[in-house]
């Protein structure tokens, strides 16, 4: 069914030959002459447009379809590739963190804002000892949760921050899936990129692209 | 007696002072209110029911805030410009008859300033001169586009006033009076002796100029929008902008009111109803204002001169020649 959809914006992409909502508007070459441009103005004068837009904008006033969010109150929900502040996901299975600190995202990262260190813990693992990211450095190009292998760095949804000082934003603990939320198995997957904002096949509208 | 007067007319003056400066604020309410609902937002809806605190908070705001004067403006212009925008714009009022006389505790009230025989005249001399606003805080402002739009507002301003006063010659050629009572009372027959069934033309015109006149949409060319800049206002604060604000505002009220005595019939013949029907005139055309904000694109000022020059003045000293020889 997706793929289908796909496939047919890809093959035909000429909005001339297919049926649609889209016409090509009449636009009447320019006058040259004084007579021409006499005819035009007089003809814009008496053809009433201007009571056109009085109406259109009084039709829109007595529908009353309003439109406005009311932002604290009401929010617009946000595309699943959204690129706000970072989460560090942690493992389904043993709710510890998926971070290998194997230090891809430090070494990808493109304004040079995350900084990791690791050492050798009791069991002689590799643990992650220090993490964070720089957020008054950070650019939210998104490549370090695109280069993360266990998918443990992850882009969040969360818009509203605010404070005097960016880099106050996070830590590591932060960003780190608090345990309780884990323990109600209300982890949010990061769809990731390319993903597709629900319901967007039918809000999407083909682009002319036949020139 | 002469006492009696005095009193009488600076009660007056206060009275229109303070109700034309609520009104201004009330009209923001309703032009965000309006322009809002007709591009689908809901404009102020947070501060008080409906919003309708929205008033008080921009009040308290302006009457509040610094007030600043930048280093290299020419300071007395600077500070007497705003001052000129209002205070012409109330001058104007004083020859506006807001209401039809009613008796009062025994005591016939006369809801205007001053019943001077040439009112027309000198109302339109005063709104003229409330052009000394907006130019001398745009030269005083030592800022390019307050400059800008200063001389956008005089060449605007030498246009539309050609077709005012060409326009309002035809209706005072029938009525023989520069009274707006006189021109009341002619027309105190009803909608039939409205002299706009008369001089439809004239009063086409007349409306025309009135949004050039107020600086309403489609000839809104003193505010450079197409630089994002307000134009004459941008450095200005706190209440000297306010000043310029309750200006305009005043003043599409007043225009609003010179508009339904001139040609709509006024109050009519002096009845409470027919005072309703005056202010509900007025609320019309202040709502036109309002609409014409929200439907219309502005005008280039080239595209506004040559609309008054070649196409408007015309017209109107057409419809002169053709008033004086029907009324030979
Ligand atoms: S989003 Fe980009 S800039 Fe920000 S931490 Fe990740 S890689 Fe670095
Ligand atoms: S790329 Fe992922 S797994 Fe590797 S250090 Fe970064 S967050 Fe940890």
Redesign the pocket.
């Known amino acids: 069914m997706h793929n289908e959809h796909i496939e047919e914006h890809f093959s035909s992409r000429n909005v001339a030959e297919m049926p649609s909502d889209y016409y090509m508007v009449a636009i009447e070459d320019y006058p040259k002459d004084g007579w021409g441009k006499f005819k035009r103005a007089a003809k814009r004068a008496v053809k009433g447009e201007l009571f056109v837009g009085l109406w259109v904008v009084m039709r829109e006033m007595i529908r009353f379809d309003i439109h406005t969010v009311q932002y604290p109150a009401e929010k617009m929900p946000i595309g699943p590739r959204y690129?706000a502040v970072?989460e560090m996901k942690r493992l389904w299975e043993s709710d510890t963190e998926r971070c290998i600190g194997c230090g891809l995202?430090e070494k990808?990262?493109?304004?040079?804002?995350?900084r990791i260190d690791t050492r050798i813990d009791e069991n002689s693992r590799k643990e992650v000892s220090e993490y964070s990211?720089n957020?008054g450095?950070?650019?939210?190009?998104?490549?370090?949760?695109e280069?993360c292998p266990e998918l443990a760095?992850t882009?969040g949804g969360e818009y509203e921050n605010a404070s005097d000082q960016r880099e106050h934003f996070l830590t590591f603990q932060d960003m780190l899936t608090p345990l309780d939320t884990m323990k109600a198995g209300a982890q949010r997957e990061f769809e990731g990129f390319g993903a597709i904002t629900p319901h967007e096949d039918e809000r999407v509208k083909k682009t002319p692209l036949a020139y | 007696m002469e006492i009696a007067y005095f009193i009488e007319t600076i009660i007056k003056i206060v009275v229109i002072l303070l109700i034309f400066s609520a009104l201004a604020g009330i009209g923001t309410y309703f032009e965000r209110k309006v322009l809002a609902f007709m591009q689908r937002r809901l404009g102020p809806v947070n501060v008080g029911p409906f919003g309708l605190l929205q008033v008080a908070a921009d009040g308290i705001k302006l009457f509040t805030k610094e007030d600043i004067i930048p280093t290299s403006v020419v300071g007395r212009i600077f500070k007497i410009a705003p001052v000129i925008t209002a205070a012409t714009a109330f001058m104007a009022a004083a020859a506006i008859p807001f209401l039809p006389s009613f008796t009062i505790f025994g005591y016939e009230v006369h809801p205007i300033v001053a019943d001077i025989n040439i009112g027309i005249l000198y109302i339109l001399g005063i709104m003229g001169v409330g052009l000394y606003g907006p130019l001398l805080g745009g030269m005083a402002s030592a800022n390019k586009f307050s400059l800008l739009s200063a001389a956008r507002g005089a060449a605007v301003f030498i246009s539309y006033e050609v077709i005012t006063g060409l326009s309002i010659l035809a209706p005072i050629m029938m009525v023989g009076s520069l009274s707006l009572i006189d021109f009341n009372q002619y027309q105190s027959g009803g909608i039939t002796s409205w002299i706009v069934w008369s001089q439809p033309v004239a009063f086409i015109l007349f409306w025309i100029a009135a949004f050039a006149e107020t600086g309403r949409t489609p000839f809104h060319l003193i505010a450079n929008d197409h630089e994002i800049i307000d134009g004459f206002g941008t450095e200005y604060s706190g209440m000297r902008w306010g000043l310029f604000f309750i200006g305009e505002y005043a003043n599409m009220f007043f225009i609003s009111f010179v508009i339904s005595i001139i040609f709509l019939g006024g109050y009519g013949d002096g009845s409470f109803l027919g005072a309703l029907g005056l202010l509900g005139k007025v609320a019309f055309f202040f709502f036109f204002f309002l609409w014409t904000r929200a439907a219309w694109p502005d005008v280039r000022p080239d595209q506004l001169m040559w609309l008054c020059w070649k196409v408007l003045m015309p017209i109107a000293v057409i419809n002169i020649v053709i008033t004086g020889i029907v009324m030979m």
């Open positions: 690129r970072h995202c990808i990262c493109i304004s040079n804002c995350i990211i957020l450095r950070c650019i939210f190009c998104g490549y370090c949760a280069v760095i882009h």
